[in-house]
């Protein structure tokens, strides 16, 4: 099977007047179709890096990324980035934010307008189409910002901590419908976050990183019990704890290793 993604032996240096910085190092990597991976690690220790040159933003100094095996030389349709930060422009209506993506792809037909207002639907949103972002709470305009980025209908998703700036409840929310939506598009996904019970709850596989320079520290494939529980029941069952656990003592002793 071809990897949605594979990174091989990716590094990069970043440059500036006075110093040379390696973030990331000799990272090997293959991520396959309908799989959710996260990026965990200590601040600093690449992941914004890796997902930007995922994304196609950022060059590697060395190494290559593959998307459906083709090597990467800049954005691409195949990737969707979702951020923290939702982005929406004030001025448009929630539809009109909805369907950027495929304006500036240049795709933007009749059926692609109505699959992007099921999409609304799907989320919740039926009614706010013609409404604007500051009319939304943030767990409502990040469901808007999913929206856009699943309208261009991406093989692979990006997702930067989408969730953090939101309240305990709503984070929870938007996890269990995100990641619920995802499995049932068998949309490939890759989100970096800081919050391990989030990763452990929502991926089929946890990439612990260690930083100076950026590296894969460990794996952590995650039992199919709490694989197949939505995440905020997969937070209840054996063995989720001692998981979390795990990760977290691994994590510490990768920090206090550098
Ligand atoms: N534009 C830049 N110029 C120089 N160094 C950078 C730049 N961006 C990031 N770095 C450095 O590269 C390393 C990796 O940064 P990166 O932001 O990818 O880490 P991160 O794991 O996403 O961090 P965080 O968890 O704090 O968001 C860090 O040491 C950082 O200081």
Same mark, same amino acid.
């Given at each position: 099977m071809v990897p949605v993604v594979e990174l091989k032996q990716l590094t990069h240096v970043y440059v500036s007047d006075r110093k040379a910085s390696l973030a990331v190092e000799g990272l090997d990597l293959a991520i396959y179709p309908g799989e959710f991976v996260s990026l965990v690690g $200590? !601040? #600093?220790? #690449?992941k914004t890096t890796i997902l930007s040159m995922i994304a196609g933003l950022l060059t590697p100094t060395q190494g290559e990324v593959l998307i459906q095996g083709q090597s990467v030389a800049g954005p691409t349709p195949e990737v969707g980035y979702m951020l923290q930060q939702d982005y929406l422009f004030p001025w448009r209506t929630i539809l009109q934010n909805a369907l950027i993506g495929l304006e500036l792809t240049k795709r933007l037909t009749e059926d692609n307008r109505q699959r992007t207002i099921s999409l609304l639907e799907e989320m919740g949103l039926e009614g706010t189409q013609d409404g604007y972002p500051s009319q939304l709470s943030g767990g409502m305009r990040q469901r808007v910002a999913l929206v856009r980025t699943l309208a261009t209908d991406p093989d692979l998703l990006l997702l930067?901590? $989408?969730? !953090?700036?939101?309240d305990y409840q709503t984070k929870l929310q938007l996890e269990d419908l995100i990641a619920g939506t995802l499995r049932q598009k068998e949309k490939t996904a890759v989100l970096v976050t800081h919050d391990l019970s989030e990763a452990i709850a929502v991926s089929d596989r946890v990439i612990l990183l260690a930083s100076h $320079? #950026?590296?894969?520290?460990r794996t952590f494939d995650i039992p199919e019990h709490i694989r197949q529980a939505q995440p905020l029941l997969a937070r209840e069952q054996e063995g989720f704890n001692e998981l979390f656990h795990e990760v977290w003592r691994e994590m510490e002793s990768s920090e206090h290793a550098d």
């Open positions: $200590p !601040s #600093g220790c #690449g930067d901590e $989408p969730f !953090s700036a939101l $320079p #950026g590296r894969i520290k």
